[in-house]
């Protein structure tokens, strides 16, 4: 076969590294298709918006780019990740070996020959050391299937190189943190655009990250087994409040917020909102055992109550921090949406001083 009938499936973060090791094979003539990996972690907004950043991506980079979503799968490996997990809660060996995994069950329908990735020896401390590249190789099961362009020169042959698809004599050598190869050979490429090198990962971020670990170490009202993508992705949304009655509260800092929000609500979440000032979108979401273990025993025989409790003072965060106005300590209609019912109630700002005790971290 020649290299033109070849195809290359590349795990592409979007970071400089992965589009360079992208170039670098597709400028040997080999056809690359670079596979975006999704979880609400990081990345998530990508599957909504998946045909703009395909072309953003072919614009800027010339690269072909599909969007995965790895979600299912990625929430059970936060449990016992096998290798441990870096500074924060972040599994990155882990989480490498499970894209390659995919990315190896992918082969087949993409018509890929071999998986390549942007690694650089010795650039990150946990995974991309020498002896871990290798771990994940093996764990993963992609063993020689897997081509490494930007560091290829010192690491042993893979298949790819050995079969003669690519020409191993035109792959690079890179090792360490040092930036300034990366960035001379993204500009022999033309490519002066490229996204700084921090990434958008929540699980490596030293405060996000923590609102995940509780969960997973049972310190949260929240329970790993609970956790759904749905409720990962309104952890990361606007001001948040567990109310005295149990219940989740979200309520949106602004207008892509809001929208968020009502766009990841679901059967069983209450809405709140003001229709005659401008204000926060909130969802109040009712949150199982936890909820029931926070209240009182004479509450815990229904849940009605503590719901009802919890949407009045809802309402009343929803008029606090609403836009004020002149009559700010004024009651406000606030509009209750449950499923297909409707209601309205009149609300007054709650007092500072008074609810900050329920604000989640
Ligand atoms: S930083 Fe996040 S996305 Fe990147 S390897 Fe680590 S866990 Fe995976």
Redesign the pocket.
């Given at each position: 076969m020649s290299s033109s009938q070849i195809t290359a499936l590349a795990l592409f973060s979007g970071g400089l590294d992965s589009i360079l090791a992208c170039r670098v094979i597709a400028d040997q003539g080999l056809r690359v298709l670079a596979v975006k990996f999704v979880t609400p972690?990081?990345d998530y907004d990508r599957l909504a918006a998946r045909s703009s950043y395909q072309a953003e991506m072919f614009r800027h980079y010339g690269l072909e780019v599909i969007v995965e979503d790895l979600s299912s799968g990625y929430l059970d490996l936060l449990h016992h990740p096998q290798h441990g997990f870096?500074r924060n809660f972040?599994?990155?060996i882990d989480?490498?070996i499970l894209m390659l995994q995919r990315a190896k069950e992918m082969m087949a329908e993409t018509g890929a020959s071999f998986i390549l990735t942007g690694e650089v020896l010795g650039q990150r401390p946990m995974?991309q050391r020498r002896d871990t590249l290798r771990i994940i190789e093996r764990d993963s099961g992609v063993g020689q299937l897997l081509l490494r362009p930007l560091s290829a020169k010192l690491l042993a042959p893979s298949e790819a190189e050995a079969r003669g698809w690519v020409d191993r004599d035109r792959l690079l050598d890179f090792n360490g943190r040092g930036r300034s190869r990366q960035i001379a050979l993204a500009k022999n490429f033309g490519i002066t655009d490229f996204p700084a090198p921090a990434?958008g990962?929540i699980?490596?971020d030293p405060i996000l990250s923590r609102r995940i670990a509780r969960i997973y170490q049972g310190h949260s009202f929240l329970t790993a087994q609970s956790l759904t993508v749905n409720t990962v992705r309104l952890l990361f949304i606007g001001r948040q409040f567990l109310l005295p009655g149990g219940n989740w509260l979200i309520l949106g800092r602004d207008a892509a917020e809001n929208a968020q929000l009502t766009a990841i609500a679901q059967a069983g979440d209450t809405m709140l909102l003001m229709t005659t000032r401008p204000g926060p979108t909130a969802l109040l979401r009712s949150v199982g055992p936890r909820r029931l273990e926070a209240q009182d025993s004479a509450q815990t025989e229904s849940s009605a109550p503590a719901l009802s409790d919890d949407i009045l003072l809802a309402a009343s965060l929803v008029v606090r921090f609403g836009k004020k106005t002149v009559d700010y300590t004024d009651a406000v209609t606030v509009t209750v949406t449950q499923g297909e019912h409707l209601s309205e109630i009149m609300a007054s700002p709650l007092l500072d001083g008074s609810f900050q005790t329920w604000a989640l971290a």
């Amino acid at each position: 076969m020649s290299s033109s009938q070849i195809t290359a499936l590349a795990l592409f973060s979007g970071g400089l590294d992965s589009i360079l090791a992208c170039r670098v094979i597709a400028d040997q003539g080999l056809r690359v298709l670079a596979v975006k990996f999704v979880t609400p972690f990081f990345d998530y907004d990508r599957l909504a918006a998946r045909s703009s950043y395909q072309a953003e991506m072919f614009r800027h980079y010339g690269l072909e780019v599909i969007v995965e979503d790895l979600s299912s799968g990625y929430l059970d490996l936060l449990h016992h990740p096998q290798h441990g997990f870096g500074r924060n809660f972040n599994p990155c060996i882990d989480c490498k070996i499970l894209m390659l995994q995919r990315a190896k069950e992918m082969m087949a329908e993409t018509g890929a020959s071999f998986i390549l990735t942007g690694e650089v020896l010795g650039q990150r401390p946990m995974s991309q050391r020498r002896d871990t590249l290798r771990i994940i190789e093996r764990d993963s099961g992609v063993g020689q299937l897997l081509l490494r362009p930007l560091s290829a020169k010192l690491l042993a042959p893979s298949e790819a190189e050995a079969r003669g698809w690519v020409d191993r004599d035109r792959l690079l050598d890179f090792n360490g943190r040092g930036r300034s190869r990366q960035i001379a050979l993204a500009k022999n490429f033309g490519i002066t655009d490229f996204p700084a090198p921090a990434g958008g990962c929540i699980l490596a971020d030293p405060i996000l990250s923590r609102r995940i670990a509780r969960i997973y170490q049972g310190h949260s009202f929240l329970t790993a087994q609970s956790l759904t993508v749905n409720t990962v992705r309104l952890l990361f949304i606007g001001r948040q409040f567990l109310l005295p009655g149990g219940n989740w509260l979200i309520l949106g800092r602004d207008a892509a917020e809001n929208a968020q929000l009502t766009a990841i609500a679901q059967a069983g979440d209450t809405m709140l909102l003001m229709t005659t000032r401008p204000g926060p979108t909130a969802l109040l979401r009712s949150v199982g055992p936890r909820r029931l273990e926070a209240q009182d025993s004479a509450q815990t025989e229904s849940s009605a109550p503590a719901l009802s409790d919890d949407i009045l003072l809802a309402a009343s965060l929803v008029v606090r921090f609403g836009k004020k106005t002149v009559d700010y300590t004024d009651a406000v209609t606030v509009t209750v949406t449950q499923g297909e019912h409707l209601s309205e109630i009149m609300a007054s700002p709650l007092l500072d001083g008074s609810f900050q005790t329920w604000a989640l971290a």
